[in-house]
C-alpha cells in the first residue's frame, strides 16, 4: 500500500477541506511548527484506516472540531496495482456515518463491507494488523508494548517463520512441559531432592535401612563370636574337668607331696648333724680359747713382774729430782718477792713526787677557774642589769608603730593641707616681715595652709583671723593623731620624740647586752654551771712536802728497782720451769708405777684360780685334742648327710606345681563357668530378639527399597532428559523463528551501532538485549534515546518483512524521534532513507531544520483542491 | 516287613520376611508359612505316615524371632501323633546352637532335632542316616559317612540330607555338594534332599521334595510335599507328590510383536479365575517389541489386572519400543515438538551408543508420547 493523497475535512482545527497531496513512494517528510496540522493529519489518517466509522469513542470526538460537525477523512493510495480511494465519517447521528470505498474510481463497498475490504486490501487485522504496527507517535521509546503492537509483530514473525507451533510446539509441548517440570518439582529442587518427597522419602529410606543393617549385622557378629567363644569355653571346660585329668593331676600333686615330705625329713637329719658339728666345733673352740687364755696369763704375770720393778725404780729417782728443783724455786720466789717490794716502794716515792707537782699546777688552774667564774658571774650580773633597763624602754617594734603612725598623722596633715585653703603673700618693696603669725615673720612666696583658725599679725594693720570651715580632710587627720597619741600613751610617752629617744637608748642598751654575752661566752663556753662544776672537780690544794726527794732522784731510784725486780722474775721464771717439768717426771713414773703394780694384780688375779696354772694347761690341752676328734667324726657324718640328700626346693616346686595345677583348673573352672553364664545370657538375650530374622528381613528390604530408590531415580533421569530435549528444541526454533527480523534488523542498527547484535524475544518480537562494542545491555537500561532509535528501527525492519512478502504498509512517523540529538538524527535518516527505497515512509515533523537535510519528497498542507 | 510311609518335605524357611514384597502382602506369606506345618500334618494323617522328615532350612536363619520359633514348636508338639525329624541344613545350621537348643527345649518328644550325623532307629527295621549341617559352610560333603554307616541289611536304610547335587546358586557351597548316587553308594532306599525349593528327581531312590510353601518366582506353581513309602529295602519307593502350599508364584514369559493384540495376549498369561488371583504372585517377564499405542495398552492391560493380585509384577526391561513414522507423527508432525521427538528418537535407536542413553531415550519418547496424547 501507498499513500497518495490525504484530505481532511472538519477535522478539529481544518474546518475547510484541506490535504497533503503528492505523498510519493519512498520518503516523503512533512516539516512544519507546532500547531500546524501533522498530529491532525496523523490520527485523522489512523482513524480512517483503524476506527470504524460507526465508532464514536473518544478517539473519533477527539478529532470533531470545536464549532461541532461531522469529521471526515479521505484518503487515495494504491495497492497491487489499484488505485483506491477511501472515504470516511463520522458523527453521532446515524446519517453522519459513512464509509466508502473506491477502486480506481468506482464504489466498491460501502460502510462495513468497504472497512472489511479495506482490511483485507492492507492486511489489517483486529486491533489495527501489521500495518498499524508502523504508524509511530510523538516519543514512543517502549520496547515492550503489549496489545495490539505485540499481536501484530507475532502476527508478521509468524507470518515469516512459519506456523506458530513451529516455534512453540503448541499446546502439547507447553502441556508436555508443564507436566514434566511439574514431577520434577515434586522431587528434586536445584539443590538436591526435595523436601516430603516421594524421592527423598526413598532416600531416607534406604539410609535408615542400611542403617539398620549395619546395626543388625554387628549383632550378627556378636552372636557370632559368642557362640564362638561359648563352644571354646565349653569345650576347654570339658577338658579340664575330665575326671582322668582330675585323677591325674591329684597322683601328681599327691606324688611330689610325698617326695617334699621326704627330702624334708632329710633335711632334719642334716639340721642335727649339724648342729652336733656345731656343738662339738664350740666346745673345742672354747677349749683353745681357754688354753690360749692361761697361756697369755702366765706370760703377762711374768711381765708384770719386771715393769713394777722398773716402774719403782724410776720413781724413786725422779722424787729425788724433783725436791731438788722445789728448793730452788723457793728461793727465787723469795728473791722476787725482794724485788717486788724495793720496785713498788720506788714506783711510790715516784708517784708521791709526780703527785707534788701535780698539786701545785692544780691550785693555779683553781685560782684561774676561780677568777673566771666570778669575771662571768659579774658579768651575768651585769646583763640582768641591762635586761631591766632594756626592759624599761620602748622596743624597736613599738617604735616602728610609734612611726607608722606618726606617717599616718603626716600623710593626713599634707592631705589636709593640701585640701585646706592657704595664704601666700608676696610682700611689697619695703614691706618684707611686716606679717606675722605667732611671732614668726610669715615667708613671703610660699602658700600657707590654713586648715585651722589662724590669726596673722599684721604689722602696722592689725590682725589678720583667718577662720575655714569644716573639711573632711581635718577627720582623717584627727583620727590619726588621736592613734599615734594613744600608741604614745601606751608607751608612757607624750612626744615621739621622746619615744624615739627611748628607743634609741635601748638600742645602745642591746647592743651592750651583746657585748657582754659574748664575754660571758668566752668566759664560760658551756655556762656558769659547767664552769662550777670544773672547779669543784679540781682537788683542793695541799701543802707541800720537804721529805720528798726531786723528781730526777725519784725516777733513777725507781728504774733500778724495776730492773732488780725483772731479774727477779726471769730467775723464778726459769726455777718454776725447772721444778715443773720435775714435777711432770715424777708425775709419769709414779702413773708407771701404778700402772704396773694394776698390771701385776691383774695378772696375779687371773692366775689366782689355779692352784697350779701349769698343770692346768696341760689338762686343757688334752682336752681341746679329744674333742678334735670329735668334730671330725660329726662333719664326716654331715657331710655324708648331704651329699645323699634329696632336692628340696625341687621337691617343694615340684609340691607347689602339682598343687597349682589344680588350684588353676578349678579356678579356670569357675571362670569358665562365669564367663558360659554371661556368653548364656548375651546369646539368650539376643536368640530371643530373633536378630538373624531381623537382617534377612532388613537385607530383604533394604534390596527392595534400593530398588525402588533406583526406579525413583531414572524416573527422574528420564523426566531430566525429556525436559531437557524439550526445551532445547523450543530455544532452537525460537532461534530460527525471530531470524528473519534480526536479519532485516542488523543492517539498520549498525547504520547507527557498527557492531550492534540484537536479541529478539520470539514472543514480544522487540529488541530485549543490545549488544555493542561487545557489551550486552538489557534495553530497558538504555537512554530514552537510544530505546526511541531501536524501536523505530524494528518498525523500519518489520516494513521491509512486509514489503519482502507483498504487503507494503506506510511507515509514518509523527515526531517519531523527539529524543534523538542532531548527531545520531542524521544516521537515522540514513536508514529512513535505506527502508525508503521499497518503503513508503512519511515523516512529520516540527523539527523544520532538522529534518530539512532528511531529504526525499517534501510534503505541505494545503487547502484541497475543488 | 510291612511298608513303611513317611513325608518328606524341606525348606519350610520359617520366619522368612519377605522384605522385598509389599507391606500388606508380607504378613500373609509369613502366615501361610507358618500354616503350612499343620497342612503337612494333615497330608501325613491322610496318607498313613507317622513321620515327617525335614531335609534342611526349616527356620531361614539360625536367629529367627521367638514368636517363630516357639510357635513353630508348638505346632509340632500339638501333632504328637508324629514324629517330626529335623534336619538343621545351612540357613538353620547347628552353628546356631541357641535355636536348636530352645527348640528342643520346647518342642516335645515327638520332635527329633538330628545333630549328629550318625543313624537314628526311625522305628523297628528303619534307620534314618541324617547329615546336619554344623555350620553355614562346611566345606565337604556331608553324606560321605553314611557309606560306611553299617546297619542290618533286612532293614530299611533312609538318608537325609541338605545340599546340592548341582549347583544350585544362592550361596551354594561347591564343596558340600553332594555326590548325585549317593543312594546307591549308601545303599540307601530314599534319599530325601533338601535345598531345593521345586520338586526334583536326582533319581527313583533320590528326590528333592522342595519347598510346601514356595517363596520364589524361580520355581513356579504352588508348594508340594513327597509322600514316600517303602516296600521292603531294595524296593524302589513310591512317592506321591501333594500340593500343599497357598500362594501360587509364577514367572511366565511373554514374547509380544508389533501388531499382536496386546491385552489379549497378557490376559491370556492370567488366571481365568479372577478369585484364585488373589493367592498368586505373578511376574511376567514380556519380551520383544510394541509401538507407542501398543505399550499404551499394555500398560492399561497392566493397571487393570494388578488389583485382583497378591502380586502383580511385569518385567519390562526386554521389551523394546518399536517406533514408526506414524507414532512420532501422532506426537508432533512438524515444529519444535516433533524436533524434540527426533533427537530422543535418534538416542534412542541409535547403535552402538550408550545403553543408558538409550534407555533414558527410549524412556523419554514413551513418556512424551503419553503426555500429549491426552492433550
Known sequence: ?866 | MTAFTFLHSSDLHLGKGFGRMPQDLRGRLIEARHEVLSTLAKVARAHGAGHVLLAGDTFDTTGPSEQVRRQAATAMRAADDLHWWILPGNHDSLGGEELWARFQDEAGDNVHVLSRAAPVAMAPGVHLLPSPWPHRFPGRDLTAWMVDCATPPEDLRIGLAHGGVVDFGDNFDSSATIPPDRDKTARLDYLALGDWHGPLSIGPRAQFSGSPERDRFRHAGRGSCHVVTLDAPGVLPRIEQVVTGRFHWGAPTLSLTPGQDVTSAFEALLPSDRGARRDQLLKPRLQGFLRLSERAALETAIAEACPDFALLEVEQGELATEYEAGDIDEIAPSGALREAVDALFAEATAEGGDTETAELAQAALNRLWSLVREV
Open chain 1, 1 to 866: 500500500m501507498k499513500i497518495t493523497t490525504i484530505t481532511l475535512q472538519n477535522v478539529r482545527q481544518f474546518i475547510d477541506p484541506v490535504a497533503i497531496s503528492g505523498i510519493g513512494g519512498g520518503l516523503n517528510v512533512l516539516t512544519a511548527a507546532n500547531e500546524a496540522g501533522k498530529s491532525t493529519f496523523f490520527d485523522a489518517l489512523h482513524a480512517a484506516f483503524f476506527a470504524s466509522h460507526r465508532s464514536f469513542d473518544k478517539v473519533v470526538q477527539g478529532l470533531v472540531p470545536n464549532a461541532g460537525g461531522s469529521p471526515s477523512v479521505m484518503v487515495d493510495f494504491e495497492s497491487a496495482g489499484d488505485v483506491w480511494r477511501l472515504e470516511k465519517s463520522w458523527g453521532r447521528k446515524a446519517s453522519e456515518k459513512a464509509a466508502r470505498l473506491y477502486r480506481n474510481g468506482t464504489l466498491v463497498a460501502q460502510a462495513g463491507e468497504a472497512e472489511d475490504q479495506l482490511a483485507g486490501v492492507i492486511g489489517a487485522q483486529a486491533q489495527g494488523g501489521p500495518a498499524g504496527l508502523l504508524w509511530v507517535r510523538q516519543g514512543v521509546v517502549d520496547m515492550s508494548e503489549g496489545g495490539a503492537e505485540q499481536v501484530a509483530r507475532r502476527g508478521i514473525m509468524d507470518s515469516v517463520a512459519g506456523e506458530v507451533e513451529a516455534m512453540t510446539g503448541g499446546r502439547r509441548m507447553e502441556a508436555a512441559l508443564a507436566a514434566v517440570r511439574k514431577a520434577l518439582d515434586a522431587e528434586i529442587t536445584s539443590r538436591g531432592p526435595k523436601k516430603d518427597s516421594t524421592y527423598k522419602a526413598r532416600i531416607d529410606e534406604v539410609a535408615t535401612l542400611e542403617e539398620a543393617q549395619a546395626a543388625l549385622e554387628t549383632s550378627v557378629r556378636a552372636q557370632e563370636d559368642d557362640l564362638a567363644r561359648r563352644r571354646k569355653a565349653r569345650a576347654e571346660l570339658a577338658e579340664i574337668s575330665a575326671p582322668e585329668i582330675r585323677q591325674a593331676d591329684e597322683k601328681a600333686a599327691a606324688t611330689a607331696a610325698q617326695a617334699l615330705a621326704v627330702a624334708r625329713a632329710h633335711a632334719d637329719k642334716i639340721r642335727t648333724a649339724a648342729g652336733t658339728v656345731d656343738t662339738l666345733k664350740a666346745r673345742h673352740d672354747n677349749a683353745a680359747d681357754r688354753i690360749d687364755r692361761l697361756d697369755r696369763a702366765l706370760g703377762e704375770a711374768s711381765a708384770a713382774r719386771a715393769a713394777l720393778d722398773a716402774a719403782t725404780t724410776q720413781v724413786t729417782q725422779d722424787r729425788a729430782e724433783y725436791e731438788v728443783a722445789d728448793q730452788r724455786h723457793e728461793t727465787a720466789l723469795a728473791a722476787d718477792t725482794c724485788a717486788a717490794k724495793a720496785a713498788s716502794a720506788a714506783s711510790a716515792a715516784l708517784q708521791q713526787v709526780l703527785r707534788a707537782q701535780g698539786a701545785e699546777a692544780a691550785r693555779a688552774e683553781r685560782a684561774a677557774l676561780e677568777k673566771r667564774l666570778k669575771l662571768a658571774d659579774e658579768t651575768r650580773y651585769h646583763i640582768e642589769a641591762l635586761d631591766a633597763q632594756i626592759a624599761q624602754l620602748l622596743s624597736a617594734d613599738a617604735l616602728r608603730r610609734l612611726d607608722a603612725l606618726a606617717g599616718d598623722v603626716s600623710v593626713a596633715t599634707r592631705a589636709r593641707d593640701a585640701a585646706a585653703a592657704s595664704l601666700t603673700i608676696h610682700y611689697a618693696k619695703g614691706a618684707e616681715a611686716r606679717i606675722t603669725r605667732g611671732g614668726q615673720v610669715v615667708p613671703p612666696d610660699t602658700p600657707h595652709p590654713l586648715p585651722d583658725r589662724a590669726i596673722f599679725d599684721i604689722e602696722g594693720v592689725g590682725q589678720l583671723v583667718f577662720r575655714p570651715g569644716e573639711g573632711g580632710s581635718a577627720d582623717s587627720l584627727a583620727r590619726a593623731e588621736a592613734a599615734l597619741s594613744k600608741a604614745l600613751a601606751e608607751t608612757g610617752h607624750a612626744e615621739l620624740a621622746s619615744a624615739r629617744a627611748d628607743a634609741t637608748g635601748r638600742v645602745t642598751l642591746e647592743a651592750q647586752r651583746r657585748d657582754l654575752l659574748a664575754d660571758l661566752k668566752a668566759l664560760a663556753p658551756d655556762g656558769l654551771e659547767a664552769l662550777r662544776a670544773t672547779l669543784a672537780r679540781l682537788p683542793e690544794p695541799a701543802g707541800p712536802d720537804p721529805d720528798l726527794p726531786d723528781l730526777v732522784t725519784a725516777e733513777a731510784e725507781e728504774v733500778t728497782a724495776r730492773e732488780a725486780r725483772n731479774g727477779a722474775k726471769i730467775a723464778l721464771e726459769a726455777a718454776r720451769q725447772a721444778l715443773s717439768k720435775a714435777r711432770d717426771a715424777l708425775s709419769r713414773s709414779e702413773a708407771a708405777l701404778t700402772a704396773a703394780q694394776g698390771r701385776h694384780t691383774r695378772a696375779q688375779a687371773e692366775l689366782s684360780a689355779f692352784s697350779d696354772a701349769a698343770a692346768a694347761l696341760d689338762e686343757m690341752r688334752s682336752l681341746a685334742q679329744t674333742l678334735q676328734a670329735e668334730l671330725a667324726g660329726a662333719t664326716a657324718e654331715l657331710d655324708a648327710l648331704r651329699r645323699e640328700a634329696p632336692d628340696l626346693r625341687a621337691a617343694e616346686a615340684a609340691d607347689k606345681r602339682a598343687r597349682s595345677v589344680i588350684d588353676t583348673t578349678r579356678e579356670r573352672s569357675q571362670a569358665l563357668e562365669i564367663e558360659l553364664a554371661r556368653l548364656d545370657t548375651a546369646i539368650g538375650q539376643r536368640g530371643s530378639e530373633g536378630i538373624e530374622e531381623e537382617l534377612a528381613l532388613t537385607t530383604e528390604r533394604l534390596l527392595s527399597a534400593r530398588a525402588a530408590l533406583a526406579a525413583i531415580e531414572f524416573d527422574i533421569k528420564v523426566n531430566q532428559r525429556l525436559l531437557s530435549a524439550l526445551e532445547t528444541a523450543r530455544a532452537g526454533a525460537r532461534d530460527r523463528h525471530v531470524a528473519p527480523v534480526v536479519k532485516e534488523l542488523v543492517p539498520l542498527l549498525r547504520l547507527i551501532w557498527p557492531d550492534a547484535s540484537p536479541v529478539v524475544d520470539a514472543e514480544t518480537g522487540m529488541i530485549t538485549r543490545l549488544t555493542r562494542r561487545e557489551i550486552e545491555e538489557e534495553v530497558d537500561m538504555l537512554s530514552g534515546g537510544t530505546r526511541e532509535q531501536l524501536s523505530l528501527l524494528v518498525r523500519l525492519a518489520f516494513a521491509r518483512i512486509l514489503a519482502r512478502e507483498g504487503r507494503a504498509a506506510p511507515v509514518i512517523l509523527d515526531d517519531a524521534i523527539v529524543y534523538t540529538d542532531d548527531d545520531r538524527i542524521m544516521q537515522m535518516f540514513d536508514a529512513l532513507t535505506l527502508q525508503a527505497e521499497d518503503v513508503q515512509v512519511i515523516v512529520l515533523s516540527c523539527r523544520q531544520r532538522a529534518f530539512r537535510e532528511l531529504g526525499g519528497t517534501l510534503l505541505t498542507i494545503s487547502p484541497a483542491a475543488g
